[in-house]
């Protein structure tokens, strides 16, 4: 029998192929690299610099629209990129984040609604990260209810012209192109607007206290005038926008458990070395209750999301089981890394360590891509039929 390895409880290495393991040594390898050496700085002065050099040496790695296929997309499992979702966030939510939000939200509208034409112009040049794209679905108004968006688009001869204004847009003030859903007289449909279009503009969002390494801004159109062909072919409704957040949530159900795991291996560390009264603090009963629980839910967690992926590659995953995931994985996580937080006493709240930093960014991720509560209720739908959102 093998030994148990603290690192993988589970044994769950053993469910993937080398393929897999040699995506995640990549990614991981990157990501210590190029952002873990910097990323305390970046989250302490609230920046990401470098982040067209970031998205193009990810795009050389083939982790832009990584899972797609074609148009210099790599066309990766739905593990492979849960994988790479998991190293990056290890790493910290705002590097996963400019991840998702290039490959499942923003490639991904345009790879299954866009025209071939729509596909052929952006698709290759944001898998290779030289375009960064935002989406900008959420209104100042307007977030978990996005049916009532006011952003519109009405048309004028061949053109289309938009007006409205965006909020929270990860992002959007280094996007070269922005996929911008809007009320048409058809209903919700979504727009390809390359960012230098007059009226168009991305102001940044500054006083976050959470995902400080990400870019965050609004996105204000005023008289946007675009041609005919700007519009996404098809899809109208908002099951557009709804099936772009089940392709981003699915790769957050993944990046969750990366962040829990940074914390739980700094306590982890951390209790071995740390004497109080005269012994290491993981010698104490206490503290191995911490772990073991974190443990438990952080391995638990993995596994959940490795059977999404699973199901994902098969291509019977439901909407209804990413928002068990998300809202499983995310709600864990948070709990692991506040956990985390206590084991190391006060300087868990230092930037030398990551716990800090993971437990505040995990604060967004919990709110954005539906809150907690949207995912209850699209749960509490599925198990009793009856439609409790409104
Ligand atoms: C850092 C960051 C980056 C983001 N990036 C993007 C992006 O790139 N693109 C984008 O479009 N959006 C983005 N968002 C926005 C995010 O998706 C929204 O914040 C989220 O959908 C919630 O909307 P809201 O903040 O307006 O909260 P609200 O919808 O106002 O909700 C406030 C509270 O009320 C609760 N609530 C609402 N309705 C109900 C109900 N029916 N029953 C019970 N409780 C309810 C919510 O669960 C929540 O707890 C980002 C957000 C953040 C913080």
Not at 159 to 181: E, H, Y
Not at 193 to 205: K, L, M, N, Q, R
Request: glycine share 10%.
């Amino acid at each position: 029998m093998s030994s148990f390895d603290p690192a993988d409880p589970l044994g769950i290495d053993d469910l993937l192929d080398p393929e897999d393991l040699a995506v995640r040594d990549t990614v991981r390898n990157w990501a210590a690299d190029r952002v873990l050496p910097h990323v305390a700085e970046w989250y302490e002065k609230g920046e990401l610099p470098g982040v067209r050099e970031l998205a193009r040496e990810l795009g050389a790695m083939g982790a832009l629209g990584m899972s797609l296929k074609g148009y210099g997309c790599a066309g990766a499992s739905a593990v492979q990129y849960g994988l790479a979702c998991l190293e990056l966030e290890a790493a910290d939510s705002g590097i996963r984040s400019l991840v998702s939000v290039q490959g499942s939200l923003a490639m991904y509208a345009i790879h299954r609604f866009g025209s071939e034409e729509q596909k052929q112009t952006w698709l290759p040049r944001m898998a290779a990260g030289e375009v960064i794209g935002c989406f900008g679905l959420t209104e100042p108004d307007h977030g978990s209810d996005p049916a009532s968006m006011r952003t519109h688009a009405k048309r004028d001869g061949a053109d289309w012209v938009l007006n409205g204004r965006k909020m929270w847009i990860t992002n959007g003030s280094v996007a070269g192109v922005a996929v911008v859903w809007a009320q048409t007289e058809e209903g919700v449909r979504g727009f390809v607007v390359p960012t230098d279009s007059p009226g168009f503009s991305a102001p940044e969002i500054t006083h976050k206290w959470s995902l400080r390494a990400s870019v965050t801004s609004e996105l204000v159109l005023d008289d946007v005038r675009l041609p005919g062909d700007a519009v996404l072919p098809e899809v109208t409704g908002l099951r557009g926008p709804l099936s772009c957040l089940t392709h981003a949530r699915y790769g957050i159900v993944w990046g969750a458990m990366g962040a829990a795991r940074s914390c739980f291996e700094a306590a982890v560390e951390y209790a071995k070395s740390r004497e109080q009264f005269g012994r290491p603090i993981g010698g104490f009963q206490l503290t191995q209750a911490k772990l073991a629980d974190m443990a438990v839910e952080l391995h638990k967690g993995i596994l959940l999301a490795h059977h999404l992926g699973r199901r994902m590659d098969a291509g019977r995953l439901r909407p209804e089981q990413v928002s068990f995931g998300k809202l499983n994985n995310v709600r864990e996580a948070i709990d692991i890394c506040r956990t985390a937080r206590t084991i190391l006493g006060a300087n868990g709240i230092s930037l030398e360590y990551p716990v800090m930093r993971h437990a505040t960014n995990l604060e967004s991720v919990l709110t954005y891509e539906g809150t907690v509560e949207m995912h209850q209720l699209v749960l509490g739908k599925a198990l009793t039929g009856i439609d409790a959102f409104r």
